[in-house]
């Protein structure tokens, strides 16, 4: 384990009231005590390091201000609360972070009463501020009580919708409400689009803050002396391009920008906010990611996800790749598709490295675009580009890709337009836990009229997914596989398009059959050899499709064997209950089929290793093993030797 740096004054502080007995001079010292703790940590953990370094001046005057947990400091996204969880009474916990029982890499309510909203997607603080301000005038009395609302933005979750309803609301209402933009010119990718250049050139325009500061926004918050002359200031810089003016518009008082590292601006400004702001009030904080440690501000993502790594030279501790990641494999096919066909191209939502999508930009950067963290955008862009003649890849996580889903059902399906939607993260996925998992998107997809929906069971099949996907223009079509290493199988040099609506036979058994969808299938030939070795031979097939289900394999299963089982890595209402459908209008049940569908539990799963979080789910081979055995009434494997 990495040796702990010395932190004298923040041995010191339990809980963020402490921080109000030290002198600036000394929260500045205690900056640096909380970055070098947040280093070691992560270092020991893996996680989200970049992000939080960029805020730790930030989270230590905001606490050092504010009145926590009375106050409700809201982080969005959740990716930079490292410092926050330190400061929280979490400190001795915080080399769990990210793992088994240990401490979420978010916000999350039910592990502290200073996260008063979890967090893990983007875009939600300045709505839940908003509730939070709400439910304190409305006479709301959480245990704690209800002070101010304070939430923390960043620029890149400023390109969704969601925040600038929110902000729209906010200023209608015109309650008191403190909205830190941490303007840090990167989010995962570098940010995309018209917000990120109109915040860029506020960056340029940043020696005239101290003008644009009295001239926009903080007119009634300044002495009464300097008043007059800030009035003055702002009609001479009326009608030039100054900041603030878009969230001015939106009914904000603006401030800034000013530097988020520098505690001599930051203390002062949200002392004063909080001494004198009436409505809402966005303060714009410029600061940088990855912040303190070298190893991350020269990255190219600034740190923002790292597994384990030494703290003197930031190599990450890396296991061997034994095979091709899932994501390297559709990125390398879908590069193979588009060589073949020009209208193929590919959207993301500010994820094209966690996509892959980062490698075919470098290939056809005429034909991939990254609609930043817009994923309701992304979706109905890619609608329009498949109604214009194109072949658009959606390539959106399953759980970013729930954001999406009206956007999915009325612009997408609806109209029966050719968007292939690669989803990336299915199943359980990790250290990110319940708000990253892809448990979802089979049942919210499957249901709908006229989708394909496919699951690779390995990487080999993947190949063959996108090669289906590019020549699919019918309808929408989906295809699911997860995070990780694939199996290492052969792979094809280019895939080979699958009949619509077709599985496949892995193995010939009798008695009972297990029909998998997606990548359980290599846990399930491994309980099948186990129960072969011990007399039970089942039958194991491979779906490949959720929609349309391959009937005749069903069907010819179900009469030739006592039992069927299906397993996925998805929710209850997916595949399975899509098979019950299917057995249940043909009448099978009567006939005395014994039918079992695994699938994940009615639980959200915490963070662990995913070996770890299948077997909470119950879905590894030792427990497939004991569902069959369960299934043919046998109680044990002696037994079925007998």
């Known amino acids: 384990m990495t040796d702990a740096p010395k932190t004298p004054l923040l041995d010191t502080v339990q809980r963020p009231a402490d921080l109000k007995r030290f002198s600036d001079a000394q929260l500045r010292q205690i900056a640096d ?17 970049g992000a939080g370094l960029g805020v730790v001046e930030l989270t230590i005057a905001l606490h050092a201000v504010f009145d926590t947990p009375r106050d409700k400091l809201i982080w969005d996204v959740g990716h930079q609360c490292y410092p926050h969880k330190i400061l929280t009474e979490r400190r001795d916990r915080i080399r769990t972070l990210r793992m088994k029982d240990g401490l979420s890499g978010f916000t999350k309510r039910s592990e502290s009463p ?6 893990a997607h983007s875009s939600t603080s300045i709505s839940a501020a908003l509730g939070f301000a ?3 005038d409305l006479g709301g009395t959480p245990p704690e009580g209800t002070g101010d609302a304070i939430a923390v933005i960043g620029d890149g979750s400023m390109s969704a919708g969601m925040a600038y309803e929110a902000m729209n609301n906010a200023g209608h209402l015109g309650k008191r409400l403190i909205v830190i933009l941490n303007d840090n010119e990167m989010s995962i990718a570098p940010p995309v689009g018209a917000m990120s250049s109109y915040l860029s050139r506020l960056y340029a325009q940043n020696p005239f803050h101290d003008l644009k500061a009295a001239a926009k926004g903080a007119v009634s918050m300044l002495p009464e002396p300097f008043r007059e002359g800030a009035k003055r200031a702002k009609e001479m810089l009326k009608g030039m ?13 603006y401030l800034g920008p000013i530097d988020g590292h520098d505690m001599d601006q930051l203390l002062p400004v949200l002392r004063t906010v909080k001494a004198r702001a009436t409505g809402p009030i966005l303060i714009h904080v410029l600061t940088k990611k990855g912040k303190g440690y070298a190893p991350a501000e020269t990255a190219r993502d600034k740190g923002h996800a790292t597994a384990k790594f030494d703290v003197v030279t930031g190599a990450q501790k890396k296991s061997p790749s034994n095979a091709p990641s899932y994501t390297s494999v559709f990125a390398q096919h879908l590069i193979k598709e588009a060589q073949a066909d020009d209208k193929v191209c590919a959207v993301t939502a500010a994820m094209p490295d966690g996509t892959g999508l980062n490698l075919f930009a470098e290939r056809y950067p005429s034909r991939c675009f990254d609609v930043g963290i817009a994923e309701q955008h992304g979706v109905t862009f890619s609608a329009a580009l498949a109604a214009g003649g194109m072949k658009p890849f959606c390539a959106i996580y399953s759980t970013f890709l729930q954001r999406g889903y009206d956007q999915v059902v009325h612009d997408v399906a609806i109209q029966r337009l050719p968007v292939r939607f690669a989803i990336d993260r299915a199943g359980l996925v990790g250290a990110d836990g319940a708000t990253h998992a892809g448990a979802f998107d089979v049942a919210y997809l499957a249901n709908l009229p006229g989708f394909v929906v496919m699951a690779a069971a390995d990487e080999a099949e993947l190949a063959h997914m996108v090669a289906t996907a590019a020549a699919h223009d019918s309808g929408p079509i989906a295809f699911r596989f997860p995070r990780g290493e694939g199996t290492g199988v052969e792979m094809p040099d280019r895939g080979t398009p699958l009949e619509i609506g077709k599985g496949r036979i892995i193995r010939e058994g009798k008695g009972v059959a297990i029909l998998s969808f997606g990548t359980r299938l290599s846990e399930v030939e491994k309980a ?30 179900v009469e030739s064997h006592d039992a069927l089982i299906t397993i996925e890595e998805g929710a209850v209402g997916g595949f399975g209950s899509h098979v019950a459908q299917l057995l249940a209008e043909e009448g099978v049940f009567d006939r005395g089929l014994k039918y079992r569908s695994m699938v994940l539990p009615d639980t959200f799963i915490d963070q662990a290793n995913p070996a770890d979080m299948y077997a909470v ?6 427990q497939i093993e004991a569902k069959v055995l369960s299934v043919l009434g046998v109680a044990s494997l002696g037994e079925a030797r007998a």
């Open 134 to 136: 709400v439910a304190r």
């Open 528 to 557: 099948a050899e186990n129960l072969s070795a011990k007399g039970i031979t089942p039958t194991v097939a491979d779906a490949r499709f959720a929609k349309p289900l391959d009937r005749d394999l069903i069907l010819d299963l």
């Open 33 to 49: 005590e909380v970055r070098a703790e947040t280093v070691s940590a992560v270092s020991v953990t893996g996680g989200h390091l």
């Open 241 to 253: 391009a100054v900041g603030g003016t878009l969230f001015e518009e939106l009914g904000f008082s």
């Open 114 to 119: 200073y996260d008063p909203f979890g967090a």
């Open 617 to 622: 789910a119950g879905m590894n081979a030792e």
